[in-house]
């Protein structure tokens, strides 16, 4: 059963161009979660989806940002027109369920470098 | 809003000594607290999690973690660190009146030297 993948594992784009993240979760978990790691900063919650919903974007900025968990294929994190401020670890987390004592698993993540 | 905080930004200790990583957390209700490790490039690993119950939980790798409510504490323990233990480790709460949001400290960077 393979993990949580993502793709790329490293992106490099210029200030202005769209960055595009992929992750798809564990088999049979239909709960998405994205996370962004600063340098020197922990994780912080951008955005929760099931299958076709936005549950939670309460972490992720109202510009440029967005995602998606589409019936069929990944999720995908895009974040248009980057910024260097952008560079950081993205990482994507999956849950086969909901609940208040559910671990989440995470992908190996995406470093994106914003030149 | 529940938070949780990791004071320490490094821990040092030599190899078959004892460690302790510390948290503190804040949250409305009972906590749902979790510790996970990260490895260089790598995403996080889940290392344990008190729900209820034990005060003393016990997770993965021989690593274990102590609830401490009057104190709101729940420090990572191990006793006798390994080398191959050094990593980033991070502590998370989930606040059971908003259960979706899994909110992470700013992580300890435990080093065990040889």
């Known amino acids: 059963n393979a993990g949580v993948m993502q793709n790329p594992r490293h992106l490099v784009r210029r200030r202005g161009q769209e960055a595009r993240l992929r992750c798809s979760p564990m088999?049979?978990?239909?709960?998405v979660y994205w996370y962004r790691q600063l340098p020197e900063e922990g994780l912080k919650f951008m955005v929760y989806?099931?299958?076709?919903?936005?549950?939670?974007e309460s972490g992720m900025p109202k510009e440029r940002f967005s995602a998606e968990f589409p019936k069929e294929g990944p999720s995908i994190l895009r974040i248009q027109q980057v910024v260097r401020g952008d560079s950081a670890a993205y990482f994507c987390?999956?849950?086969?369920?909901?609940?208040?004592?559910?671990?989440?698993?995470f992908g190996s993540g995406t470093q994106l470098s914003v030149l | 809003a529940q938070s949780v905080a990791q004071p320490e930004d490094q821990v040092n200790v030599a190899e078959g000594n004892p460690l302790t990583v510390k948290c503190t957390y804040s949250?409305?209700?009972?906590?749902?607290l979790f510790w996970y490790v990260q490895y260089p490039n790598r995403g996080l690993q889940f290392l344990l999690k008190?729900?209820?119950?034990?005060?003393l939980v016990k997770g993965s790798y021989g690593f274990e973690a102590e609830f401490n409510k009057s104190q709101t504490s729940f420090h990572l323990k191990k006793p006798s660190a390994l080398v191959s233990d050094s990593a980033l480790y991070f502590c998370?709460?989930?606040?059971?009146?908003?259960?979706?949001?899994?909110?992470f400290g700013t992580g300890t960077r435990l080093l065990v030297s040889p």
């Open positions: 989806l099931q299958k076709e919903n936005i549950i939670d």
């Open positions: 008190y729900i209820t119950g034990d005060n």
């Open positions: 949250v409305s209700g009972n906590p749902y």
């Open positions: 088999k049979g978990h239909s709960h």
């Open positions: 998370a709460v989930r606040d059971p009146g908003d259960f979706q949001k899994l909110v």
């Open positions: 987390a999956s849950s086969p369920s909901t609940g208040n004592n559910e671990k989440l698993f």
